[in-house]
């Protein structure tokens, strides 16, 4: 994903978490999207990831981060523990979708979810014309290197929320570096939600 696109998706993440809220963010990579709110809303950070690299960038940049995997690492917190909490290009990587957003759901008052859309219709042109398993910017990996677990669209997601009583607070998509608002099960590269139970 280009930076331009990372920018606007963290621009947009920030205007859902309110000033001085308490953030715990599963799979907080390098610690990015961390150091956007609390630097623009103050908000006491808590990231949690697998990478030791990622840590130690974490780390260095002052932000508090477990070393833990997220499919195992919730249980310990108490019910509405964190205002949000987020799962930014992580829960297509995770083992137990199902397991990590409930508890995702019960820890935090609100859940933001972004993850790649992979029924783009760039996607869907690479399957049908070429036969093999697309390469967008969204889905940067081959088949044999990627560590997307779970193969979502925006309209699998909408559908699981329904179907499991979970709130859909407000949504945006997003395509090369700019929002989109018209079918975006088809033309937008990523979904972001804000999700409440």
Not at 23 to 38: E, T
Not at 100 to 105: G, Q
Not at 150 to 158: A, N, T
Request: proline share 3%; with cysteine.
């Amino acid at each position: 994903m280009k930076n331009d696109t990372i920018k606007l998706e963290h621009n947009l993440i920030e205007n859902w978490i309110e000033k001085n809220s308490s953030v715990l963010d599963l799979g907080c990579g390098d610690g990015d999207l961390l150091s956007v709110l609390i630097e623009q809303k103050n908000v006491k950070a808590q990231g949690i990831e697998l990478d030791e690299q990622a840590i130690y960038k974490c780390v260095a940049r002052g932000i508090s981060v477990f070393h833990e995997d997220i499919d195992n690492c919730l249980k310990g917190y108490a019910d509405k523990s964190f205002d949000y909490v987020i799962l930014y290009q992580s829960l297509q990587e995770v083992k137990k979708l199902s397991v990590v957003l409930s508890e995702a759901l019960r820890v935090g008052k609100k859940v933001i979810v972004g993850f790649p859309n992979f029924v783009y219709y760039k996607a869907r042109l690479q399957i049908f014309l070429n036969g093999k398993v697309p390469v967008t910017p969204s889905l940067p990996f081959h088949w044999y290197d990627t560590p997307n677990l779970h193969f979502l669209s925006i309209s699998d997601f909408v559908e699981y929320c329904r179907k499991g009583d979970v709130k859909i607070e407000d949504s945006v998509f997003i395509g090369k570096s700019k929002v989109v608002k018209i079918l975006p099960n088809l033309f937008a590269l990523n979904g972001i939600f804000l999700i409440s139970k």
